[in-house]
């Protein structure tokens, strides 16, 4: 009898390994072709989220369907649906005490609820500080981070993140300077803002 139920259980795994290896495989080619719709349409129902007993291998597949979940309501401006999918990814990271969250969630939740603002932007802050500590060395993110620090008036660590964009960046990007710039002016540190923009200039 024990035999048989730990059979069914093999058997019953083995069918889930491969029912989730087929959604991975068909959700990805599509999401790579830009078919965001298919995309929604094979992974807005189908991610196994709840299971506590999943593992890990499992948890890494769907960890990477709500990205492209996510990603797909982005491309086709669904602004609600993307958010709801990055909380439900972080959600299920912090519930497995994954220590480094999803970036891309992080990423795209917080600059979604900083550019919507009524009372997210210190939750806004929160998910892009998270970020910016999982990755300090990513210039695109810590762009991204000042920009929402700086919508939320937090000018000095604004300046600081700004900075760290335009020294990371080993071909200088025009935007990282004129935001770092145009931070320091807001912190009165003119001599230095003068200073980096006329760098920016000379690119």
């Given at each position: 009898m024990?035999?048989?139920?730990?059979?069914?259980?093999?058997?019953?795994?083995?069918?889930?390994?491969?029912?989730?290896?087929?959604?991975?495989?068909?959700?990805?080619?599509?999401?790579?072709?830009?078919?965001?719709?298919?995309?929604?349409?094979?992974?807005?129902?189908?991610?196994p989220?709840?299971?506590?007993?999943?593992?890990?291998?499992?948890?890494?597949?769907?960890?990477?369907?709500?990205?492209?979940?996510g990603?797909?309501?982005?491309?086709?401006?669904?602004?609600?649906?993307?958010?709801?999918?990055?909380?439900?990814?972080?959600?299920?990271?912090?519930?497995?005490?994954?220590?480094?969250?999803?970036?891309?969630?992080?990423?795209?939740?917080?600059?979604?609820?900083?550019?919507?603002?009524?009372?997210?932007?210190?939750?806004?802050?929160?998910?892009?500080?998270?970020?910016?500590?999982?990755?300090?060395?990513?210039?695109?993110?810590?762009?991204?981070?000042?920009?929402?620090?700086?919508?939320?008036?937090?000018?000095?660590?604004?300046?600081?993140?700004?900075?760290?964009?335009?020294?990371?960046?080993?071909?200088?990007?025009?935007?990282?300077?004129?935001?770092?710039?145009?931070?320091?002016?807001?912190v009165?540190?003119?001599?230095?803002?003068?200073?980096?923009?006329?760098?920016?200039?000379?690119?």
């Amino acid at each position: 009898m024990i035999h048989n139920i730990i059979l069914l259980t093999l058997l019953l795994s083995s069918t889930i390994s491969d029912e989730l290896s087929t959604l991975v495989t068909q959700s990805t080619t599509a999401f790579n072709q830009k078919q965001f719709p298919q995309v929604v349409a094979l992974l807005s129902q189908r991610i196994p989220s709840k299971n506590p007993s999943i593992s890990k291998q499992h948890l890494q597949h769907n960890f990477h369907l709500f990205e492209i979940l996510g990603q797909s309501y982005d491309a086709l401006r669904n602004d609600q649906k993307t958010m709801e999918t990055y909380e439900k990814l972080l959600t299920l990271q912090a519930k497995h005490h994954i220590k480094k969250r999803s970036l891309l969630a992080l990423n795209g939740l917080g600059l979604l609820l900083s550019r919507i603002g009524n009372g997210n932007n210190n939750r806004a802050t929160d998910l892009m500080e998270e970020a910016a500590f999982n990755s300090p060395n990513n210039h695109g993110l810590m762009n991204n981070v000042g920009t929402v620090l700086h919508k939320n008036h937090q000018l000095t660590k604004a300046v600081t993140y700004y900075t760290k964009a335009w020294l990371l960046s080993s071909n200088k990007i025009k935007v990282y300077g004129y935001n770092l710039g145009n931070s320091l002016m807001d912190v009165q540190q003119h001599q230095k803002a003068v200073a980096v923009l006329r760098k920016v200039i000379r690119l």
